[in-house]
């Protein structure tokens, strides 16, 4: 199975800032990464897919990029709205894994 | 509205079954793949099974083979999730979601519902 690894598990910053997530798989799984913002009480809600597209209606301060082994999530100006957890989920090989997810506290 | 409902979850013994169910509306249900995916209690997500649109393909992770089945009616717009055998591992919410190709290559979940619970224990 392909093990995705997202760091850091959790982070808290202030309005206004740039945030950085990452996601690192055990084996390379090409463009096949999404990445999925889930607000507490709430199903997830897809933002990302194939590594860097915009799901519609996502606002467009959400961005992702990588290639591999190695993505990133960027959120470029953090609003009190994004708090949530943030999972990454690789769909290159069955079984499909998510990361354990980072929390995004406002500070 | 476009949108996925869950039912069927509940407190069930270990050894035990259940039956979930997901009521899709306003999309053309039968041309999308679905799957399940679950969450335990303050846990990550853990993706359980896929199938193809006309249900002639099924895809489980290892730890539900044997026990779930995943299934489908596309005339009642539903997805049904049989589990049998109940562990206490198997306690999470259980969300149904549907899953949209792009490029011919890769998958990602699109819409999810709300999800239902399932609880095993004595």
């Known amino acids: 199975d392909i093990q995705m690894t997202q760091s850091p598990s959790s982070l808290s910053a202030p309005v206004g800032d740039r945030v950085t997530i990452r996601c690192r798989a055990s084996?390379?799984?090409?463009?096949?990464l999404n990445w999925y913002q889930q607000k507490p009480g709430k199903a997830p809600k897809v933002l990302i897919y194939?590594?860097?597209s915009l799901q519609s209606g996502v606002p467009s301060r959400f961005s992702g990029s990588g290639s591999g082994t190695d993505f990133t999530l960027t959120i470029s100006t953090l609003q009190p709205e994004d708090f949530a957890t943030y999972y990454c989920q690789q769909s290159y090989s069955l079984p499909w894994t998510f990361g354990q997810g980072t929390k995004v506290e406002i500070q | 509205e476009v949108q996925l409902v869950e039912s069927g979850g509940g407190l069930v013994q270990p050894g035990g079954s259940l039956s979930l169910s997901c009521a899709a509306s306003?999309?053309?249900?039968?041309?999308?793949?679905m799957s399940w995916v679950r969450q335990a209690p303050g846990k990550g997500l853990e993706w359980v099974a896929n199938i193809k649109e006309d249900g002639g393909a099924k895809y489980y992770v290892d730890s539900v083979k044997g026990r779930f089945t995943i299934s489908r009616d596309s005339a009642k717009k539903s997805l049904f999730l049989q589990m049998n055998s109940l562990r206490a591992e198997d306690t999470a919410v259980y969300y149904c979601?549907?899953?949209?190709?792009?490029?011919?290559?890769?998958?990602?979940?699109?819409?999810w519902g709300r999800g239902t619970l399932v609880t095993v224990s004595s």
């Open positions: 306003g999309f053309t249900f039968s041309s999308y793949w």
């Open positions: 084996q390379t799984i090409s463009s096949y």
């Open positions: 979601a549907s899953l949209t190709m792009v490029g011919g290559l890769t998958w990602y979940f699109d819409l």
């Open positions: 194939a590594v860097s």
